[in-house]
């Protein structure tokens, strides 16, 4: 319990520094924050969700408390449903991006989410024949 605490912790503190950062990068940002800000976000909480932080995978525990498993087999084997999950970030986040390509931030939040959209199908292709 104390070392999910002490994670916990140390994930937030390290979400307040990158906050602080981007922060800092929008006060001498020359382009205007607007709708196409919000893909570089959606691409972070679709990153968050798909990757392990320890022993810790933030997408497997939100489909717990959703009642939902996080795995097609009861044994953490099979195929995994988080990647459905990263995919309800990404998809948005690389239309915004393509809708409001001159708002700060949108450019990369478009190349993350179809990077990892790529991902995504070419692993569903290698499930699907397997």
Do not use: C
Not at 7 to 18: D, G, H, P, R, V
Not at 83 to 95: G, N, V, W
């Amino acid at each position: 319990m104390e070392q999910s605490f002490s994670s916990i912790l140390t994930y937030s503190i390290q979400a307040i520094a990158i906050l602080l950062v981007i922060f800092n990068i929008l006060r001498r940002n020359e382009k205007k924050v607007g709708w196409g800000s919000l893909s570089p976000l959606l691409a972070l909480l679709g990153m968050a969700v798909s990757f392990e932080f320890g022993n810790y995978i933030f997408g497997d525990q939100l489909l717990s408390f959703l009642g939902l498993p996080a795995w097609s087999n009861a044994d953490n084997t099979g195929f995994h449903y988080t990647i459905f999950l990263s995919s309800i970030f990404f998809i948005p986040s690389l239309i915004i991006g393509y809708k409001n390509p001159k708002a700060f931030g949108a450019k990369i939040g478009k190349w993350v989410s179809s990077i990892y959209l790529l991902f995504i199908i070419i692993s569903l292709l290698f499930f699907i024949i397997s």
